[in-house]
């Protein structure tokens, strides 16, 4: 089936992680220009962007000047942008719970995640009102919808972005015209290059499946696929404010008791 993304321009931001470098390949895949958005990981965002033809991009975006710079630099080196995946964000390894966590671990896990896709969605809808068209997908985690133990942080912040902000921005988008969609994908457990390098034991898997249907963790495709699906206005022209979960039919988290 046609997605009609050929000759569109698309920003994906963490462009070259684990996720975001299947969402940019899924994209080039059918002949969209990608910028692919970087804040530390220089080389593989370069060769990422040459392998499909794109551009890499530097920003830091928890700075607001960094942010507000990124749609329009984008914008010159593709020549048009209709699509932003506001991908970037960070988990924190260390487990915290809430009466050990930092407020700077909480106001950093804040701005890596909740700000820098408030600052990505208002410089692209900037754009958007000028043009009356545009797809904007906003990327949440099964953390948001469940609770993270350890992680309360992350939670908090892809559960605003899941709620709050998406409805929000769903809604403002009609200001613009009825051609401007917002549309978000969380992800549950998905075995990233780190993740597969790392390694996970039969006893990891079996706890991580436990409450899903599908007894598989996701691949960084699977969500990719997700991303462009809503990004497409063929596939998905009448989807706007949804949340399209990719975690194997996941019900909840186990939750730990105290030992």
Known sequence: MDTGLAGKGVLVTGGAGGIGSAVTRAFAAEGARVAVHYRSSRDAAVALAEEVSGVALEADLRNERDADRLVPRAIDALGRLDVCVANAGVWPTDDAPVWSMSLDRWRATLDSNLTATFLTARSFLRHVAATKTGSLVMIGSTAGSFGEAGHADYAAAKGAIMTGLLLSLKNEATRIGPGVRVNVV?????????????????????????????????????????????????LSGHISGQVVTVAGGMEGRIIDGAT
Request: no cysteine; glycine share 6%; aromatic share 2%.
């Open 186 to 234: 969380a992800p549950g457990w998905t075995v990233t290059p780190m993740i597969a390098a790392k390694g996970l034991d039969d006893a990891q898997v079996e706890r991580i499946t436990a409450t899903m249907s599908l007894k598989k963790l996701g691949r960084p495709k699977d969500v990719a696929a997700q991303v462009v699906m809503l990004s497409s206005d063929e």
